[in-house]
């Protein structure tokens, strides 16, 4: 139905009844935040009258925040003030055209041909109800209709959302203006590839803008600009905006170059070249990459307590006592000039892939990265290793006295691999209490803060070990 009465519409526009502004952008510049925002700057050309003007500025983005306008002249800053600003956004469609036009004649063509002309009386809950030139009253199912006709387009509604201002010019003459404003519906986040090799050793990586455009506007050779960090913004009231399908545009042609810089606490990246960004598209485009970087992939057993802090002693026998566990098997490379990339990583998609004897990259792990600062360690749990596996249990808890308890975990290792020894790391959180000793230990331990120490052990082919260990925690004396 909806679809019929935008076919009439567009037989009004070509018709001329609809004055629509012709001002194209001579330059336009986006920055995209990666918190869902975007700056948008707009250069345009307007032919101005010496005295007032009301110019319309139609093509911005639907999602624009209106409070965030800002008008100046770039021709003649002094003698150009902006008067008044409205932002305009009722827009033309079916239901607000029924509403316009009651107790207007207007006309309803049916499927079978039909067509019925009265005064509409109603155009609510997918009816139309007409009063013919005799006095007879008409229901037609909206559902049934073929097209409506409108005689015109009522004042007040538009195509596309536009900005109108009411300019004081002292002279006359060609002005160029810029506008910058807010809008919502874009934003980026970064997606990267990861080649490990075969010695699990080094590995290859390409990083990716993924940018999404759902501002309701497409930008022609824009200036693009992404800034990486978290700005702290108002959250805005929620638009209302239809729900549209979203297209892929993945760039295949060789990658753009992509100039980095620091801006104030972020980092700021720049599309040397003009972009076209669609609406409701996701573009690709490569942005950092970097060869033979170094790594080196480890297994983590982690079944003691998640921590949070020391908020008061904890001396009841059950603790956190007994686990079986996964062990996890992470990746570990630097972000710095030393290791092979030297770089900043923004937040976003980390995929790592390992090559197979038949030359096929196969998936291995699948993450998210925070902001990573050239020269930080970046970890990335990849997921579970299938041959390893780990147990672990209290075999003793001892109250000392008021003041002090002692407890004792084993912790049991299996290797079921074929061939390869493996070394497996396994954190113990000191969860009971901030003064603690270990008073026995049958294997060698890293103390790595104030509540945790570690454990590694090399186990070879089919083989099982298990260590075990006594902390001895006091407790303050008033309890």
């Keep these: 139905m909806r679809s019929r009465i935008l076919f009439v519409l567009l037989g009004l526009l070509v018709g001329g009844l609809l004055p629509l502004s012709a001002q194209n952008s001579d330059s336009i510049a986006v920055t995209v935040y990666n918190e869902g925002a975007a700056l948008i700057r707009d250069q345009r050309t307007l032919t101005l009258d010496a005295g007032a003007n009301t110019v319309d500025f139609s093509d911005v983005a639907a999602t624009i925040d209106a409070t965030s306008v800002s008008f100046r002249s770039l021709t003649d800053p002094e003698g150009t003030v902006v008067l008044e600003q409205n932002y305009i956004y009722d827009l033309v469609d079916s239901e607000a055209l029924l509403a316009r036009y009651l107790d207007e004649t207007i006309k309803v063509t049916t499927a079978d041909g039909t067509v019925y002309s009265g005064e509409l009386l109603s155009g609510r809950r997918g009816e139309a109800i007409l009063r013919g030139a005799d006095g007879e009253i008409v229901v037609v199912r909206l559902y049934d209709a073929r097209d409506i006709r409108f005689p015109a387009l009522p004042d007040g509604l538009i195509t596309r959302p536009t900005l109108q201002w009411l300019l004081q010019s002292a002279a006359a003459g060609q002005h160029q203006v810029e506008i910058t404003y807010l809008a919502g519906g874009m934003n980026w986040s970064a997606d990267y590839n990861l080649l490990l090799n075969d010695a699990e050793t080094a590995l290859d990586l390409r990083g990716w803008v993924t940018l999404n455009n759902h501002s309701g506007r497409t930008f022609q050779n824009a200036q693009l600009k992404l800034v990486a960090g978290e700005l702290n913004r108002i959250e805005p009231e929620p638009a209302m905006l239809e729900s549209r399908a979203m297209a892929m545009d993945l760039m295949e042609e060789q990658a753009p170059q992509v100039q980095q810089r620091e801006l104030f606490e972020y980092q700021l990246y720049h599309v040397a070249r003009p972009v076209k ?203």
């Design 277 to 479: 960004i669609k609406d409701n598209e996701t573009k690709q485009i490569e942005f950092v990459s970097g060869g033979d970087i170094a790594a080196s992939t480890f297994f983590v057993f982690d079944a003691s307590p998640q921590s949070s802090g020391y908020f008061s002693p904890i001396d009841t026998p059950q603790g956190w006592a007994n686990a079986s566990g996964d062990v996890r098997t992470f990746l570990e490379f630097n972000t710095g000039e030393a290791s092979g990339l030297g770089a900043d990583l923004p937040a976003g998609r980390i995929r790592v892939y390992q090559q197979d004897v038949d030359s096929a990259g196969l998936l291995i792990g699948e993450n998210h990265i925070d902001h990573t600062p050239q020269g930080e360690d970046l970890r990335i749990l990849l997921g579970k290793a299938f041959d390893l596996a780990g147990e672990r249990k209290q075999t003793n808890f001892d109250v000392v006295s008021r003041t002090v308890v002692r407890e004792t975990f084993e912790i049991t290792l299996r290797n079921r691999k074929d061939a390869e020894t493996v070394q497996i790391r396994v954190p113990e959180r000191l969860y009971r209490w901030s003064d603690w000793e270990i008073s026995e230990s049958s294997a060698p331990f890293e103390k790595l803060d104030a509540s945790t120490i570690e454990f590694r052990v090399s186990l070879a082919p089919g083989a099982e070990e298990t260590i075990s260990y006594t902390v001895q925690y006091t407790f303050p004396r008033l309890r």
